[in-house]
């Protein structure tokens, strides 16, 4: 322990206070050591842990370049996107060909990585403790935990869907036309001529389903991530265990990619999904990660918005810390109109996904048009701030639907 992560931990004083050692809170904090702050973590579980969203997008590689994490080792090449209607038989492949690579990861050991290398930049870290409160004031902040009490020049919520800040602020707001639950499952496949096909592109595949869709994601070591996304009400009386199978049976790929397939665990759920925070940052506060909002999975944007507004808020507050102007409840608004146009656009589109029949209609007729696959592709890889993508500048133009 260095001499300066001695003193922070017994004036419980630091630059900045964390709460949340996801990807979003590791972010942020290792940017800010980076930045020569100092910061304490605050983790509510023990690493590793489960968590959910093994697939990542091509744009969070900068990110990852910038904490000093080589994501190349222990994870599967992600080649691109295919979506897959299994009734009409018509699919469609989306390359992620550009100058940043991405991968299928195994989320309980990459998160561990990304937390552990904070920790190495000289983060100071607490696990197992919760945050029970947050004041933020005009001259400080102050956080409460089931183990102690520490005061800090800026509190940073990385709390996940906890969402600490935007529940205390009851600035939490659904968006209910998307996908309403996740029902998902591991396995480890058998060897076949399948599984080597799956494996050696490392494509996610989405598939078609008539109350929502099915995720299949490869990861390392022969293993698979099976999600089915429900959209559409089912009947009460087929329960969890018995609508995963129903729907996971009657997709012929899947099916026939399980036989003989070890099961690695047991049906989990993941229900609310999608929701907006109008309250993401304020004198002394920023909310990053799930904390800011959170959007159906279909296009796998959770961990790649996790790091980037991490991203954002760590630099915005890293000049506000040296001019002394962390104070200001505007500090974040530059960072903040940034992250709202990716969110916006990645809500639009998955919106059409579900409203606007969009894989029939579009995706699966852009190979006829270049630009229009081109920008398609730009946005499913994370390029989402980009200046001259008209897909994109389409969807902001358009009309949402009302929640």
Known sequence: MSVQESLNMESNQYDVIIAGGGPAGTTAATLLAQYGHSVLLIERDQHPRFHIGESMLPMSEPVMKRLGIDWTQGNLKKGGAEFIDEVSGRCTYFPFQGGYRTFQVERSVFDKRLFDNALAHGVVAHQQEKVNSVQCMANEVQVKTDKGLYQGRYFIDATGRDALMGKTFKSINKINNLGKFALYKHYKL??????????????????????????????????????LVVQKEVPENLKQDALFEQYIQASPYISELLQEAEVLSEVRIEADFSYRNSQRYGQRFACCGDAAGFLDPVFSSGFFFAVKTAEFVADQLHQGLRQGKEADPELQQ????????????MHRLIERFYCSNLVENLFFESDRQLKIKQEIVALLAGDLWQEENGFQQGLLAGRSRKN
Request: charged share 20%; net charge negative.
């Open 334 to 345: 530059v960072g903040d109109e940034f992250y709202q146009k990716g969110f916006k656009t």
């Open 190 to 227: 058998a060897n076949s001529l399948e599984s080597e096909a799956l494996f050696a592109h490392g494509n996610i595949k989405v598939l078609l389903s008539d109350i929502g869709w099915i995720w299949c994601i490869p990861l390392t070591n022969g293993r698979l991530s099976v999600g």
